[in-house]
């Protein structure tokens, strides 16, 4: 018997999937012509994941998310469903997570779920009694457990470490931080001031009030319990404020001739080139009809100046592209795929809705130029664009 009839063949089982060399994996990632074929590709195992972070082009556009399983691709307009089980409902998204609700009889849970990968990160069912600020002392109260809360907005930090925007009760608005796995996030602190929107920034957590007040959040380690607990929240930025207001409240002289308007104002805190930027939406409420609404909307951008106490505004984004929502603000690269200084809204929890509510609520979504003042269309195929936040189809870091 000659010498090659002796040799024997590896059997498959002694390849793993890791052994793919990296040339064969770009030609097999050439051949995938979704962004959704590319995300199953990576998460196979981390040298494929790799290999796809590397030779993958340009990041993917946004989706629009519709919260009912459905999402609409900004590249071409076209919908996608993606399977929910009959229990789940989404309340949310951010980056590529959403946030979903386990509604079957009996229980209330809430978890964040990569859609395109399957991975899944549980949140906690129940929230403690906030601690209540009066005056310059923290009237700390017995903080009980409690599931009647509300989960307005989840933000993924480093090192696994989330956290949340949550309203207890009738209380205004706390920002609170959990690891994976605790089964109840640990009280907050409730300084009696609802907050527009929240972001991580060089390593604190800021939230912005309607008026622009930014307040910066201290967060450390209880050493009994290993919880994460916010011990104080100082205000670092006091919005300039006239007089006058609707209702009857000091408004912030940032929005201009708004300021003596009566206006829907909302703001948005996005991180950019490491930069925190707030972003106001303003609409006045003495339009008659949708389209006068979207004629009269402003959109301004300002930046935290945190060594002076004070916003900037912006003329110009320097070649980026914001996304603002309710659920998930970010900035990107305008590259080839944008033009720059634009903003991408859609937001259906504006609060001129609930004083119009028979209104056309298209006009909750668009593209504002900074650079012509102008308000066009997302997308020439969506009719219906409420309730939607954007999604970022993304490989998860995990």
């Known amino acids: 018997m000659g010498s090659s009839a002796s040799k024997v063949k590896e059997p498959l089982g002694s390849y793993c999937w890791s052994d793919l060399p990296l040339d064969l994996a770009g030609i097999i990632l050439l051949r995938l012509h979704t962004h959704a074929d590319n995300v199953r590709f990576g998460s196979v195992c981390r040298h494929w994941r790799y290999a796809a972070r590397l030779l993958h082009s340009p990041p ?10 459905t999402f609409e691709r900004l590249a ?5 469903g ?4 009959a229990y789940e409902q989404c309340r949310g998204s951010f980056d590529n997570w959403l946030l979903l609700e386990d509604v079957r009889a009996g229980r209330r849970s809430h978890y964040l779920k990569n859609p395109l990968t399957g991975d899944v990160v549980r949140l906690p069912g129940q929230c403690k009694e906030p601690v209540r600020r009066g005056g ?5 109260v017995v903080p009980p457990s409690s599931t009647t809360f509300h989960l307005r907005k989840v933000v993924m930090c480093a090192n696994g470490l989330i956290a949340a925007k949550i309203s207890y ?5 706390v920002v609170v931080f959990c690891w994976p796995g605790m089964s109840s996030w640990p009280a907050g602190i409730c300084n009696g001031t609802w907050y527009h929107d929240i972001a991580r920034y060089e390593g604190k957590m800021y939230a912005v009030s309607r008026r622009g007040d930014l307040y910066e959040h201290e967060l450390r380690r209880d050493t009994s319990t290993g919880e994460p607990v916010v011990t104080r929240v100082e205000r670092v930025i006091l919005a300039p404020v006239s007089a006058e207001g609707f209702p009857p409240e000091a408004v912030s002289t940032l929005d201009g001739p708004y300021a003596a308007v009566v206006c829907a104002r909302t703001c948005y805190l996005v991180v950019s080139r490491g930069k925190l930027l707030m972003v106001r939406w303003i609409v006045p409420y003495a339009s008659a009809s949708a389209r006068d609404w979207a004629d009269a ?3 301004k951008v300002f930046e935290a100046d945190l060594e002076m106490s004070r916003w900037v505004q912006l003329e110009s984004l320097n ?11 970010k900035a990107i690269s305008a590259g080839d795929q944008f033009r720059g200084d634009q903003i991408y809204f859609v937001d259906y929890g504006l609060e001129f809705w609930c004083i119009w509510p028979t209104c056309s609520k298209t006009s909750t979504c668009g593209v504002y130029d900074m650079r012509s003042n102008t308000i066009s269309p997302v997308s020439a195929r969506t009719t219906d664009q409420t309730k939607a936040a ?4 993304s490989i998860n870091d995990r």
């Open 297 to 299: 909307m402003a959109f």
């Open 390 to 393: 954007w999604f970022f189809p």
């Open 136 to 140: 310059d002392v923290d009237a700390r």
């Open 76 to 80: 071409d307009g076209k919908r996608h």
């Open 60 to 69: 993917p556009l946004p989706w629009l998310n519709f919260r009912d399983g």
């Open 82 to 85: 993606l399977r929910l089980e």
């Open 319 to 329: 070649d980026r592209v914001l996304f603002v929502s309710h659920d998930c603000c």
């Open 169 to 173: 009760h009738e209380l205004p608005d």
